[in-house]
C-alpha cells in the first residue's frame, strides 16, 4: 500500500526515529490522493497496463514520417500509416522494395545495433535511421525524405564551384578576411605571384603573408577599414608587394 501527504508534519514523523510503529498512523492520515493498492484485483491492473499499451501505440500512428518494422527474413511486422501513404507498393514488393532491401543488408553487414543511411529512390532521397531490437529479432526504422536538402546542398556546392573558378581565374589579388585579420581566402593570381601555397598563409593574420614590404603600416589600415565598415566606408590603400625572389611591384 501506498500513501501520499502534503502534511510535512506527517514526513517528519514517518523519518523520524518515533516512528517504530505507523500502522495507525497511517490509516489515520489526511490523504489527499486515493490509496494505490497494488494487491487490488488483477483487472484493475490490467486495465491500466492495457490504456498504457494503447497510449505508447498511437505514437507511430501519428507520426508523419514513415515506420518501419520487419524481422530478420525481411517480413513487414509493422507500417505505420505515413509509411503507407510514403511507399503504396511496399506490401506488393516486400523484401524487394528498396527500402526494405537496404535495411536487411545494412544490419547484416554492419552487425550494429544502430546505423543511419541515405537510400536513392528514383530521383528521391530518404535518410534511414535503423535499429536493430535483438530482444524482439526485429529491425525498425524510421525515414525521413531529404530530397529537398539534398537538392539545396547540391546547388550551394555548384555555386561555390562556380565562385572559386571565378575568384581565382582574376587577375587582381583578392583576399576574404576576418575581422581579426586571419585570411580565409587568396586567389590563385596572388598566390603564384607572391610564390606562395595557399597553407602558408590561410588561417594567418594577413600582415604576417610574406609578401608585404610594410606589414606594420598594412595592419593600422586594416583597422581602420574594419572601423568604418559599419558606416559603409572603405579605404583605398597602396602597399609595395614582394613578388618571386623579393622583386617589388606597387
Same mark, same amino acid.
Given at each position: 500500500?501506498? !500513501?501520499? =501527504? ?13 516512528? #517504530?510503529? +505507523? ?16 494487491? @487490488?484485483?488483477?483487472? %484493475? $491492473? &490490467?486495465?491500466?497496463?492495457?490504456? =498504457? *499499451? ?9 507520426? @508523419? ?6 524481422? *530478420? ?5 509493422? *507500417? ?5 501513404? /510514403?511507399?503504396?507498393? *511496399?506490401?506488393?514488393?516486400? $523484401? ?23 537510400? #536513392?529512390?528514383? &530521383? ?11 530482444? @524482439?529479432?526485429?529491425?525498425?526504422? !524510421? ?14 556546392? /555548384? ?9 581565382? @581565374? ?14 580565409? #581566402? ?12 595557399? /597553407?602558408? +598563409? ?14 606594420? /603600416? ?12 559599419? #558606416?559603409?566606408?572603405?579605404?583605398? !590603400? &597602396? +602597399? %609595395? ?8 611591384? =606597387?
Amino acid at each position: 500500500r501506498y !500513501y501520499a =501527504t502534503t502534511s510535512q508534519a506527517d514526513i517528519n514523523f514517518l523519518t523520524s526515529d518515533e516512528a #517504530e510503529n +505507523v500502522t495507525g498512523f497511517l490509516c489515520g492520515i489526511d490523504n489527499p490522493f486515493k490509496t494505490l493498492d497494488f494487491d @487490488s484485483t488483477n483487472s %484493475d $491492473r &490490467e486495465s491500466a497496463t492495457e490504456a =498504457t *499499451l494503447e497510449r505508447l501505440a498511437s505514437f507511430p500512428e501519428l507520426l @508523419s514520417h514513415p515506420v518501419i518494422e520487419i524481422d *530478420l527474413a525481411g517480413n513487414i511486422t509493422y *507500417l505505420n500509416p505515413a509509411a503507407l501513404e /510514403e511507399f503504396p507498393d *511496399l506490401q506488393q514488393l516486400k $523484401r524487394q522494395h528498396p527500402i526494405i532491401a537496404q535495411m536487411i543488408s545494412r544490419v547484416h553487414h554492419s552487425q550494429a545495433t544502430y546505423l543511419n543511411c541515405e537510400t #536513392e529512390i528514383g &530521383e528521391r532521397v530518404f535518410e534511414q535511421s535503423i535499429h536493430y531490437i535483438a530482444a @524482439s529479432e526485429i529491425i525498425r526504422c !524510421y525515414i525521413v525524405d531529404i530530397t529537398q536538402r539534398k537538392q539545396t546542398e547540391a546547388a550551394l556546392q /555548384e555555386s561555390e564551384r562556380r565562385f572559386r573558378a571565378i575568384f581565382n @581565374s582574376m587577375f587582381q589579388f583578392i583576399g576574404l578576411l576576418q575581422p581579426d585579420g586571419i585570411l580565409l #581566402e587568396a586567389n590563385q593570381t596572388a598566390l603564384d605571384f607572391a610564390g606562395l601555397k595557399a /597553407e602558408e +598563409v590561410i588561417g594567418r593574420p594577413f600582415w604576417q603573408a610574406r609578401w608585404w614590404s610594410i606589414a606594420t /603600416e598594412t595592419q593600422d589600415k586594416l583597422k581602420q577599414a574594419i572601423a568604418l565598415a559599419a #558606416e559603409g566606408q572603405f579605404i583605398r !590603400y &597602396e +602597399v %609595395d608587394v614582394r613578388g618571386v625572389g623579393d622583386t617589388i611591384a =606597387t
